[in-house]
């Protein structure tokens, strides 16, 4: 039953604040580098990117627009789809370990001097994730909980970005930006079960699923 709009209180939109909202500050980023790649301290550097990666993005994804003229009217028809660049900020600690390991993995596609690379994308593209946690679980000695995982495939460096430095610059860490482009990401839920699998499949043989579509009918 619908809620009346007299009735649309307080105490009705905090029922409606499932697990008192997701927290932006409440994510860890996971990445794999290609096996080719030499990196010092692998397993360090691996456990470093949780906890030096400082801000991240919940990937975009848009549909293309195909605009169909018919008697002065434009039927508008979807498109292809595309991803958005993903980015990531980095803290830069003292020993540059992962601005190392980003700029061999930039060079690695593109060198410096030669301008030659890895020319086999297989080689240089690896797998990252964006991983949403909540805030605990039902008791407050629960495991945190992930509630959303974005896998990227297919995931290499486009840009790091250079690194400011200022005399006049205190009480400041150094960051750096790195942006990656990636073939497509999946999506996980809770307890790493995929999502969006089902309606995919569901739309190629021509139903809908989850109830009717508002203006849906011929």
């Given amino acids: 039953m619908a ?6 209180s307080i105490v009705d939109f905090r029922s409606r604040l499932r697990g008192g909202g997701t927290r932006a500050n409440l994510f860890e980023v996971q990445m794999a580098f290609p096996d080719y790649l030499s990196v010092s301290d692998e ?17 975009a994804s848009n549909i293309g627009n195909i605009p169909v003229s018919f008697r002065g009217r434009v039927l508008p028809i979807a498109g292809d789809r ?4 993903w980015t990531v900020t980095i803290i830069n600690d003292t020993n540059f370990r992962l601005r190392d390991v980003m700029e061999k993995w930039s060079d690695s596609i ?14 240089y593209q690896t797998r990252a994730s964006v991983i949403q946690l909540d ?5 407050p000695a629960d495991k945190i909980k992930e509630l959303r995982k974005y896998d990227f495939v297919g995931i290499y460096p ?15 860490i150094e960051e750096f930006q790195v942006t990656f482009n990636y073939l497509y990401y ?12 089902d309606k995919s499949e569901t739309a ?9 579509v508002p203006g849906g009918g011929a």
């Fill in 158 to 172: 486009n840009v790091v970005s250079s690194i400011p430095l200022d005399h006049g610059a205190t009480d400041t």
């Fill in 135 to 139: 805030r605990f679980g039902s008791k």
């Fill in 110 to 123: 593109n060198d410096l001097q030669t301008a030659q690379g890895v020319t086999n994308p297989e080689s």
């Fill in 82 to 85: 595309t991803f958005d660049p």
């Fill in 43 to 59: 397993n360090e550097t691996l456990n470093d990117i949780p906890f030096l990666v400082k801000a991240a993005e919940i990937p």
């Fill in 204 to 212: 190629r043989a021509g139903g809908v699923t989850g109830g009717t």
């Fill in 186 to 197: 999946e999506v996980r839920g809770l307890n790493g079960v995929p999502l969006m699998t």
């Fill in 3 to 8: 809620i009346k709009h007299s009735d649309r």
